[in-house]
């Protein structure tokens, strides 16, 4: 299994930032093009786009519509939506508009009705993305907390028949420390779908190690943006031989 690195493009206000451990009073402007960027990561060689709409995930519905539909009818690799989308309407209108994969978050939690019928209907275009604090998971762009574990609500997903989790531990996130890979260990012996990474990779080490315990890839984006290695620099560090 090729272990995939995923550029991230997180866009507020139109423009690519980056949030430091989800606070969206702590962000890094690093771009006013994000369709700029996105041609950037794949002249670099990106297997695939993730891409966020933070308006969207703190609002409840899409907002860069637009501009993500930009970015999925510029590049020809595979993107991934998430932010702000909560209901089968708006994982049809992502698909339409070009993205291959349309992550849920927060509706994962608040929706599991929602949630069944999209696994079921869109196979392996739904990703859901597990967002958590100190093992609980945390809604609505973060800003909301619960009372589900993070390890419950995968095993729950798993049995559902998701194609593949994301996970993020958002106390390392934008921190540029290291991925919480003990909640890696854990979760990839809880299920037995993809697992991808997301969140405190500064190093790329840290892409290797998140390879050697089963990870499918990781998500990377203030490292890159950044400079801490460039995105050759990670796909080289964990090509299979």
Known sequence: MTFEVIPAIDIRGGRCVRLRQGDYAQETAYSDDPVAVARAWEAEGAPRLHVVDLDGAREGRPVNAGTIEAICRTVAIPVEVSGGIR??????????????????????????????????????????????????????????????????????????????????????????????????????????????????????????????????????GTSLYERRFTLREALDAVATP
């Open 87 to 220: 209901s089968l309407e708006a994982i049809e209108a992502a698909l339409a508009r070009g993205a291959e994969r349309v992550q849920l978050g927060s509706a994962a939690v608040k929706d599991p009705a929602l949630t069944r019928a999209a696994i079921q209907r869109f196979g392996p275009a739904i990703v859901i993305s597990i967002d958590a604090r100190d093992g609980f998971v945390r809604t609505d762009g973060w800003l909301q907390g619960s009372n589900v574990r993070a390890i419950d609500l995968a095993r729950q997903l798993d049995a559902a028949g998701v194609a593949r989790l994301m996970f993020t531990d958002i106390s390392r996130d934008g921190t540029l420390s290291e991925p919480n890979f003990q909640a890696y260990r854990d979760l990839l012996a809880a299920v037995r779908c993809p697992v991808v990474a997301s969140g405190g990779i500064s190093a790329l080490r840290h892409l290797r190690e998140l390879a050697a315990i089963g990870c499918e890839g990781a998500i990377v």
